[in-house]
T-cell receptor
Framework: DADVTQTPRNRITKTGKRIMLECSQT?????MYWYRQDPGLGLRLIYY???????NKGEISDGYSVSRQAQAKFSLSLESAIPNQTALYFC??????????????FGPGTRLTVL | AQTVTQSQPEMSVQEAETVTLSCTYD???????LFWYKQPPSRQMILVIR??????QNATENRFSVNFQKAAKSFSLKISDSQLGDAAMYFC??????????FGGGTRLMVKP
């Protein structure tokens, strides 16, 4: 079974709809991240969470919100989807020991299309 | 702010040949990590190789190696004996404080049989 899972894997929606992307992990990591991938721009950080009560904005948080329901779950919401939010979304997880290398493990991605 | 630049949107290589993908970055942090990720058509992000900035020796993982030039802030990936399965998007990434990653725009590598 995959350690980091994302649901749904693909989603098509319409402008103005509320969308939630979900991420779950069984790795026991305390840190979780949401990225979006656009052609030519690589992956950019939307939000990150160091633990259940510690949530922070990333580079491109406008139009998004998140919820850390438990250590293992981190959801990304688009309150009112717009076409330029069409992208590939990745969840990632890692340990958070400061001063050491902590690899980020990525989920399989969610392809979101906003019409 | 840290930036990561991959100047080659696309590269191609003949099977069994060697190819080098370029990456430059900009940072004021002296201690950092650099990574190359591979993204095949399956979309999965796969860590290929990492380099700790404090290490003088260039990292090597089987057919993959890096040329890390700290003063020049350059971190290129060399793939030797290229295989068809190496065809993918490759992303260079820099690890900031707090373990967040900043990615370059990616290089699409095509491998010709």
């Amino acid at each position: 079974d995959a350690d980091v899972t994302q649901t749904p894997r693909n989603r098509i929606t319409k402008t103005g709809k509320r969308i939630m992307l979900e991420c779950s992990q069984t790795k026991g990591h305390d840190r979780m991240y949401w990225y979006r991938q656009d052609p030519g721009l690589g992956l950019r950080l939307i939000y990150y969470s160091f633990d259940v009560k510690d949530i922070n904005k990333g580079e491109i948080s406008d139009g998004y919100s998140v919820s850390r329901q438990a250590q293992a779950k981190f959801s990304l919401s688009l309150e009112s989807a717009i076409p330029n939010q069409t992208a590939l979304y990745f969840c990632a997880t890692s340990y958070g020991t400061s001063g050491t290398y902590n690899e980020q493990f990525f989920g399989p991605g969610t392809r979101l299309t906003v019409l | 702010a840290q930036t990561v630049t991959q100047s080659q949107p696309e590269m191609s290589v003949q099977e069994a040949e060697t190819v080098t993908l370029s990456c430059t970055y900009d940072t004021s942090e002296s201690d950092h990590y650099l990574f190359w990720y591979k993204q095949p058509p399956s979309r999965q992000m796969i860590l290929v190789i990492r380099q700790e900035a404090y290490k003088q020796q260039n990292a090597t993982e089987n057919r993959f190696s890096v040329n890390f030039q700290k003063a020049a802030k350059s971190f290129s990936l060399k793939i030797s004996d290229s295989q068809l399965g190496d065809a993918a998007m490759y992303f260079c990434a820099y690890r900031r404080k707090g373990n967040m990653l900043t990615f370059g725009g990616g290089t699409r590598l095509m491998v010709k049989p």
